[in-house]
T-cell receptor, first 114, second 116 residues
Framework: AQSVAQPEDQVNVAEGNPLTVKCTYSVSGNPYLFWYVQYPNRGLQFLLK??????LVKGSYGFEAEFNKSQTSFHLKKPSALVSDSALYFC????????????FGGGTRVLVKP | NAGVTQTPKFQVLKTGQSMTLQCAQDMNHEYMSWYRQDPGMGLRLIHY???????DQGEVPNGYNVSRSTTEDFPLRLLSAAPSQTSVYFC???????????????FGPGTRLTVT
């Protein structure tokens, strides 16, 4: 069975500084990997996904993520954080054959301070 | 496009009561799913459907029923509510890959359910 770990419950960063949210995964075979963001009292919004190809994936709102197969990681990054990036971030994985059946990590709360 | 809509937004039930959470999408997506969100546990898949008339269980299906009579609607039924079902419920939809691949899912705004 697949699993996702987000080791940090919360990440604090000053506005303008780089932001990194960590994610490691376990899955049989090749993975599909996703990042979603949840703003207060809202549903999840898609940020980016890795299917195959280039290990560096660019997504919405200036976010990017790097797929590292040897470390089974898919960390989310943003070069310069904004206060409006404060939200709950979820990493999710789906095994190659399972299409849309996602397993989510526990989430990481990001707080960007002015 | 309204996207994915869910009703009600909030609901309080007593133990043993039943209810149906409604979900509808207007994007002609084949795939629809229900998740529950609990603090520190992320989202867990309850049931999913790959098309009208086809449903299957996810990770935590006990105590819930689903049906899919149309492409647009995917209601979730709680048969006999229990306090352990207190949670936030999200419906999601997406295209379904014909071969290998995975599509991003579109989530509804959620239903906050409290069972006393």
């Amino acid at each position: 069975a697949q699993s996702v770990a987000q080791p940090e419950d919360q990440v604090n960063v000053a506005e303008g500084n780089p932001l990194t949210v960590k994610c490691t995964y376990s899955v049989s075979g090749n993975p599909y990997l996703f990042w979603y963001v949840q703003y207060p009292n809202r549903g999840l919004q898609f940020l980016l996904k890795y299917i195959t190809g280039d290990n560096l994936v660019k997504g919405s709102y200036g976010f990017e993520a790097e797929f590292n197969k040897s470390q089974t990681s898919f960390h989310l990054k943003k070069p310069s954080a904004l206060v409006s990036d404060s939200a709950l971030y979820f990493c999710a994985v789906s095994p190659w054959a399972a299409g849309n059946k996602l397993t989510f990590g526990g989430g990481t709360r990001v707080l960007v301070k002015p | 496009n309204a996207g994915v809509t869910q009703t009600p937004k909030f609901q309080v039930l007593k133990t043993g009561q039943s209810m149906t959470l409604q979900c509808a999408q207007d994007m002609n997506h084949e795939y629809m799913s229900w998740y529950r969100q609990d603090p520190g546990m992320g989202l867990r898949l309850i049931h999913y459907s790959v098309g009208a008339g086809i449903t299957d269980q996810g990770e935590v299906p006990n105590g819930y029923n689903v049906s899919r009579s149309t492409t647009e609607d995917f209601p979730l039924r709680l048969l006999s509510a229990a306090p352990s079902q207190t949670s936030v419920y999200f419906c999601a939809s997406s295209y379904f890959p014909l071969d290998s691949g995975a599509y991003e899912q579109y989530f509804g705004p959620g239903t906050r359910l409290t069972v006393t």
